[in-house]
């Protein structure tokens, strides 16, 4: 993962998942571009202040809470309204990805990328979880799966709310990545193939899986599969994975191994990371667990 923080911007990019960047600028007064292009589509959201953007021969104003679509090749440019300036949130993503996406959910154009119309946005719902996808791609503590997943269930969501998609998520709570929505209990879609998909990612779950392996395993797409496995489920295959590592590093804790060894042998980037997410779901620290079941 690529970061480049300074005291007013970040920028983020990780190199397991090329075809989204991401930008974060917390006070914009000085933020003021020509016009330019990006051959990405580009995704934005108004954290503060007010902006303006000129772009298919009309000027728009941004204010705090509004969604801006960029398409490839828009010329625009930006600046800000006010005199403390603006904050705001920016998502680049690969079309060829961003495609795939959108042919899984009947939303592409006759095979073709779909442009999105119109510029600005309204929709709560959308800003709540663009800028909720920011939060999950900064944070050090979700691997590239949950990134992945995360940003698929996104754009599976913005092709539902935008009118072209078939699928209704929702947001996961408590350190989640978002889900689809779905009954619990019954008859599930794709019901053999996540039952697949879960065993892998069981058999496997120490290893950086990534959401196109899991798939493949489960003969899905990887928008059908999160779709079918937070429906079967309740919780997302890197929610699920995240379970089975926990669940793994338990039982190595009661056979009194050493906590750094259980926190690289389950998967986790480092003994830091292993603690936190051990502390999330067992509300107490490896430490603690093992003493206890030590005594």
């Known amino acids: 993962m690529v970061e480049a923080p300074n005291r007013n911007q970040y920028f983020w990019h990780d190199r397991e998942l ?22 990405t589509f580009s995704i934005g959201a108004i954290l503060g202040g007010a902006s303006a953007c000129h772009m298919r021969r009309a ?19 930006c600046h800000p309204l006010v005199e403390r300036g603006w904050a705001f949130q920016m998502l680049y993503v690969d079309t060829d990805w961003l495609l795939d996406v959108q042919a899984q959910n009947d939303a592409d154009a006759n095979g073709k990328f779909a442009a999105y119309d119109p510029v600005l946005s309204q929709d709560s719902v959308i800003f709540a979880q663009l800028t909720r ?67 892998y990612i069981r058999a496997h779950c120490e290893q950086p899986l990534r959401l196109n392996g899991i798939s493949a395993q ?60 051990f502390k999330r779901q067992m509300t107490a620290t490896p430490r603690q667990y093992a003493h206890v079941m030590s005594a």
């Open 18 to 39: 090329p075809f989204i960047e991401a930008r974060h600028v917390r006070e914009g007064r000085d933020i003021r571009s020509d016009k330019h292009t990006h051959d």
């Open 59 to 77: 000027q728009h104003e941004l204010s705090t809470g509004t969604v801006i679509f960029i398409n490839p090749e828009d010329v625009h440019d």
């Open 133 to 199: 996808l920011g939060r999950i791609l900064a944070d050090r503590d979700i691997p590239a799966l949950g990134k992945e997943e995360a940003a698929t269930a996104f754009f599976c969501l913005l092709a539902e709310r935008t009118g072209r998609g078939k699928t209704r998520l929702y947001a996961t709570g408590h350190g989640g990545v978002g889900g689809v929505a779905g009954m619990q209990g019954g008859k599930h879609a794709g019901g053999k193939g996540v039952l697949r998909a879960a065993e």
């Open 218 to 277: 489960a003969g899905m797409t990887p928008s059908a599969l999160v779709r079918a496995f937070g429906q079967q489920y309740g919780i997302t295959p890197h929610a699920y994975l995240m379970n089975c590592r926990i669940q793994r590093a338990r039982h190595a804790l009661k056979r009194g191994e050493r906590i750094v060894d259980v926190a690289l042998a389950c998967g986790f980037a480092d003994q830091a990371h292993f603690q936190r997410i």
